[in-house]
T-cell receptor, first 114, second 109 residues
Framework: DAGVIQSPRHEVTEMGQEVTLRCKPI?????LFWYRQTMMRGLELLIY????????DSGMPEDRFSAKMPNASFSTLKIQPSEPRDSAVYFC????????????FGPGTRLLVL | KQEVTQIPAALSVPEGENLVLNCSFT??????LQWFRQDPGKGLTSLLL?????REQTSGRLNASLDKSSGRSTLYIAASQPGDSATYLC????????FGAGTILRVKS
């Protein structure tokens, strides 16, 4: 298996622009997670899907952030409009069944908002 | 609110040394504790997962222990190698994974 796939790997955009990050989980995994990593706050869970349904979105910082999982093999995290403070590395992870199991992380998307 | 602390923040050792990384957490009601490795510019790789009912797990040169009642875990690395250089993060799982800030390890050849 190719592991968790994220795209793009790097994104540079200007403040106010829409940003869409994409994730393909490991085939057969039922849970998907979006995390954000910054120097100041470390690694934080943004949202967790199970069987394509959002279960916990309490970590989504504000209404500018939205996430979807239209099917078991694809998820997006959208920021609209983007702000400089959104600059971070965004990771997608997946696990076989639920959040208590081993999570497998993608390589991350490094986002810079100017 | 669960808080996870890792000590030390950074560690530099010569090749061949045995070393211990520490992790503490404030809420002992956890499902499991996981240790991850993160290489610069890369994602996280799961190293060991200890269920709340277990005391330790071993994988190769790595041994992780868990004392849930005292809210502590240690990751022991035997005979360290330059390839072990990375950031090591622990995370505790209850309703979600809560991560520590990590220990940056450098093993000098």
């Amino acid at each position: 298996d190719a592991g968790v796939i994220q795209s793009p790997r790097h994104e540079v955009t200007e403040m106010g622009q829409e940003v869409t990050l994409r994730c393909k989980p490991i085939s057969g995994h039922n849970s998907l997670f979006w995390y954000r990593q910054t120097m100041m706050r470390g690694l934080e869970l943004l949202i967790y899907f199970n069987n394509n349904v959002p279960i916990d979105d309490s970590g989504m910082p504000e209404d500018r952030f939205s996430a979807k999982m239209p099917n078991a093999s694809f998820s997006t995290l959208k920021i609209q409009p983007s702000e400089p403070r959104d600059s971070a590395v965004y990771f997608c992870a997946s696990s076989e069944s639920d959040r208590e199991e081993t999570q497998y992380f993608g390589p991350g998307t490094r986002l810079l908002v100017l | 609110k669960q808080e996870v602390t890792q000590i030390p923040a950074a560690l530099s050792v010569p090749e061949g040394e045995n070393l211990v990384l520490n992790c503490s957490f404030t809420d002992s009601a956890i499902y499991n504790l996981q240790w991850f490795r993160q290489d610069p510019g890369k994602g996280l790789t799961s190293l060991l997962l200890i269920q709340s009912s277990q005391r330790e797990q071993t994988s190769g040169r790595l041994n992780a222990s868990l004392d849930k009642s005292s809210g502590r875990s240690t990751l022991y690395i035997a005979a360290s190698q330059p390839g072990d250089s990375a950031t090591y993060l622990c995370a505790v799982a209850k309703n979600k994974l809560v991560f520590g800030a990590g220990t940056i390890l450098r093993v000098k050849s």
